[in-house]
């Protein structure tokens, strides 16, 4: 075991940093591209994707992790909403869903917390169409089915490896409990998460 250099450190920690802030800000265009699978005006969904790239700047005053999950949770919902349009092919519905599912599952190999975006991420897509489109919702299950199957596809795609998937997701929810949620009150975890 070796010590590694200052300059090899440095680099590695200004590339996380970089990476880091390339993954938060490219999800903007997967905001807008949400938007207009809404039926937002192009100006609109410029403007969405802008005060989307804006916020969780404000929000996450230091590098985390968390912030790798932006682009793929987002580029799933906006996939999603995409695959519900009743007007695209159903070889482009097949596609776009799998797209959500592949990007989904990325997420959550990222991070097991993804899921819970994700499914969040999802539900807000489902609701969005509904309430602009309510004579979707025959269009909403099917792509829907297809991207959560995708997406499971892709979580346990390490398991045909050998990789204990289930295993390594019980031991994070343990070391996560056990660092973070134990040592503090629920309320207080809530306020302050």
Known sequence: YSVPDQEL????????????????????IAVAALARALDFTVPEAIRAGIIWAVVPGLALMVPEFDQFLVLPVTS???????????????????????????????AVLFSYGAAIFLAYGGLVAIAAVFTRRPKLVPHLLV?????????????FLP??????????????????????????SYFSWIVFN
């Open 159 to 184: 398991s045909f490896y050998g990789h204990d998937s289930l295993g390594a997701l019980r031991t994070a929810i343990q070391i996560h409990r056990k660092e973070f949620t134990e040592p503090r």
């Open 76 to 106: 799933a919902a906006a996939l999603l909403v995409i695959s519900f349009r009743p007007a695209t092919s159903n070889v482009c519905r097949a596609l776009t869903s799998i797209g959500a599912g592949v990007m989904g599952g990325v």
């Open 9 to 28: 450190f440095l680099a590695t920690a200004v590339t996380g940093v970089l990476l880091l802030m390339l993954m938060s800000s490219l999800s903007c």
């Open 143 to 155: 792509p829907t089915c297809i991207a959560a199957t995708v997406s499971a596809l892709v979580f």
